[in-house]
């Protein structure tokens, strides 16, 4: 990706107040349901939602141009090929014109009522607070995979610190420009909030009740959740253990 694009995508930023990202990968049944909830929560609010289908082979392109034709807010993206949850969320903040990016999953079990308080939150917190983070409660998932999750979530806690129950929660709001300075790498939007601290914000947090999904399975699986993310662990406590001082940048003039 050139430089002058983006350049060209940061500034389009602060035309919206709010852009929603939605990582989906085979939710042809689920989307319209949570299109509909979003348009609902968000309906005082400017906003728009970018959902980037990533690599679907069940129709999920047909269902979000149909969608999109009667909903101008919409504005889909697909990925030819599958790249992951994080790529596809890197992807909608890249093409986001909004001042906050919140995410969401695809498959319905976030609820998108929990964003308007995920947006009062970050605005309360002030400047020094990028990131408003979702905490699941009453998870839904298979028992292994909330064992799974629970170990992922403890380890990380002791390693990074972050002062996250579950940083796993597809419910997110962050500030767009702090957003674009995190480095990227696969399952990065596991460690958002080490990250954000690491570039000197901080974190606050909501608690959010988890729900079951309406249609499908689940694309990620205990491999994926967690025994992969034990090595992207000590690359993001590398990370933080490299970034030893937060500059204090001021204009003379």
């Excluded at 348009?39 to 392109?61: C, H, P, Q, Y």
């Amino acid at each position: 990706m050139t430089q002058s694009y983006l350049e060209a995508l940061a500034a389009s930023k602060g035309t919206l107040a709010v852009t929603v990202v939605v990582p989906a990968k085979d939710e042809a049944k689920n989307l319209p349901i949570l299109l509909d909830e979003i348009e609902t929560a968000l309906k005082n609010r400017r906003f728009e939602v970018i959902v980037i289908d990533d690599g679907s082979s069940d129709g999920t392109d047909i269902v979000l141009q149909d969608y999109a034709a009667t909903h101008d807010w919409l504005r889909p993206i697909r990925h030819e090929k599958s790249c992951g949850q994080s790529c596809a969320v890197r992807t909608g903040l890249l093409n986001a014109r909004g001042d906050v990016v919140a995410t969401i999953d695809g498959d319905g079990e976030n609820n998108p009522a929990y964003i308007p308080a995920l947006l009062d939150a970050l605005e309360a917190a002030g400047p020094a607070v990028a990131l408003a983070a979702g905490q699941r409660l009453g998870r839904k998932a298979s028992l292994a995979k909330r064992y799974a999750s629970k170990f992922a979530n403890k380890l990380r806690g002791a390693i990074l610190r972050d002062n996250t129950r579950d940083s796993g929660c597809g419910l997110k709001a962050l500030r767009r420009e702090v957003f674009l300075q995190l480095p990227y790498f696969d399952s990065w939007h596991r460690f958002l909030p080490a990250l954000v601290i690491r570039e000197g914000y901080g974190v606050t947090h909501i608690d959010v009740q988890d729900r079951q999904r309406r249609h499908g399975t689940s694309k990620y699986g205990i491999f994926d959740r967690a025994l992969v993310g034990v090595l992207d662990l000590f690359g993001v406590w590398w990370l933080r253990r490299r970034r030893k001082k937060i500059p204090d940048v001021r204009p003379l003039t």
